[in-house]
């Protein structure tokens, strides 16, 4: 007689994430033999695209490895490519950088809140079937989205891959009066964040606290976005250009993104990392509503990184008013950034997490070698341990009661599978 737990728990394609995937689980007398997060994906051989380009090149091309997130991809870049030639730019310039990147936050964060996440909370298959009974509720999180898409367009052109960042600054900067002409749509935002806060404070959350090592970027003054060094809640404390030399990525045979490993160990990078390390960077206001909203001083149940990730919506909807606030057009929008041959490093805070690249730059400023470690490729193999952990103690649901489940720990991470799935050399022989 076969074990009511001997069962294979499987998913061909993940919904509400973004990209391909699937999910395997197989189980043997109450206990967990093998997890797959299968990562189907064609690989997409960007880092190989840009070998032989120019140096002013990146913000462009990596901007297209995502439709949600292109600016933490051309930031990244900017980040790499400047910190190669030896060029710091002004602060203006880095604040308005940091305002875009709000934007992006605040988009990304509402998409996944309302759309992707919220759902499996609240019993629905999708966003459109929630709408049906919370129409209000769903269009609250439109609105809050538009207005995230709104400060990215303004500044970056149009919203889905800007047009208007490049290495060393802006093509142009927006005048004082554009941007002032935000602000009552980010005033609106904050509300609305705020009432999303209070939203997800009254889901019911399962009883999952695990013991994650987290990563993220730590600044010295600010709640990090844009700059800082890399830190670990188990001591790592490193400048960004050492970050090879403590993450390490592996290939495995059921993904077409790599694993990655911090000194051989699994690690969790994303909005609870940066909740987690940085709470205290966070203004007055915004720890008060997280305290409002229940969050504690360290977070560990990753099912309720949705609660996170509505907390830093709001703290970026309050940080996009203080630049607004403080916005003076930088002239000249950009400085020069000379070839020069060297290598650069660049990370920031893209809205699932910490974003790596690096450039080897010749002589002429041709970039010779890319390397790009996106978050989700760092998350797969905690992802994974997660799914593990999960299904062991809860081998009494019925399997698709548990199938869902598991799926809804996969979307606590809101993976971004197109971007993971880049690393592949390309090469083509001719006959």
């Known amino acids: 007689m076969t074990h ?10 993940l919904a509400r994430v973004e990209g391909e995937g699937g999910m395997l689980v197989r189980t043997r007398a109450g206990r967990v033999e ?32 995502c439709g949600i997130c292109p600016i933490a991809y051309q930031m990244s870049s900017c980040n790499a490519i400047e910190a190669a030639c030896g060029v710091e730019v002004p602060q203006v310039v880095r604040n308005l950088r940091r305002l875009i990147y709000c934007g992006e936050w605040i988009e990304s964060h509402a998409l996944h809140i309302y759309l992707l996440h919220a759902p499996d909370f609240l019993g629905y298959d999708g966003a459109v079937e929630m709408a049906a009974d919370h129409r209000e509720v769903v269009q609250r999180g439109l609105r809050l989205k538009k207005t995230g898409n709104d400060i990215m367009e303004v500044i970056g052109g149009r919203a889905i891959h800007p047009i208007n960042v ?12 554009e941007l002032t002409n935000l602000v009552p749509r980010v005033e609106q935002a904050r509300d609305a964040a705020l009432d999303t806060l209070s939203w997800v404070a009254g889901f019911d959350y399962p009883d999952f606290e695990q013991d994650y090592e987290f990563v993220a970027l730590r600044h010295p003054a600010d709640y ?9 809640s188990g001591g790592l404390d490193i400048p960004v250009p050492e970050f090879e030399d403590h993450v390490v990525e592996e290939h495995v045979p059921h993904s077409t993104a790599l694993h990655a490993r911090l000194d051989g160990r699994r690690y969790m990078t994303g909005p609870m990392a940066r909740y987690n390390l940085n709470a205290d960077r966070l203004p007055a206001s915004v720890r008060a509503a997280a305290a409002d909203a229940g969050l504690g001083p360290r977070e560990s149940n990753p099912f309720r990184s949705i609660l996170v990730r509505a907390l ?11 630049l607004l606030d403080a916005y003076e057009p930088p002239d ?27 450039y080897d ?7 010779r070698t890319a390397k790009i470690v996106p978050p989700t490729s760092q ?16 081998l009494d649901l019925e399997t698709d009661e548990l199938t869902h489940r598991c799926e809804q720990a996969i979307r606590n991470y809101d993976p971004c599978i197109s971007c993971s799935t880049h690393f592949l050399d390309l090469r083509v022989e001719e006959a």
């Open 4 to 13: 009511r737990s001997d069962r294979t728990l499987r998913v061909k394609a």
């Open 34 to 65: 093998e997890v797959r997060l299968d990562i189907y994906e064609p690989p997409r051989f960007f880092e190989a695209f840009l070998q032989g380009r120019r140096h002013t090149e990146p913000p462009d091309i990596t901007a297209r490895i």
């Open 166 to 177: 490049r290495v060393g600054g802006f093509y142009r900067a927006p005048s004082r009066r």
């Open 224 to 232: 990090p976005i844009t700059e800082g060094r890399i830190v670990s």
């Open 312 to 322: 830093e919506t709001l703290y970026a909807c309050e940080e996009s008013l203080r």
């Open 332 to 358: 000249p929008p950009a400085v020069d950034v000379p070839a020069v041959p060297g290598t650069g490093h660049g990370a920031t805070e893209a809205p699932r997490g910490v974003l790596y690249h690096r």
């Open 361 to 367: 730059l010749g002589e002429d400023g041709i970039i």
């Open 379 to 394: 998350n797969q193999a905690q992802i994974e341990d997660d799914l593990r952990r999960f299904v062991e103690p809860r």
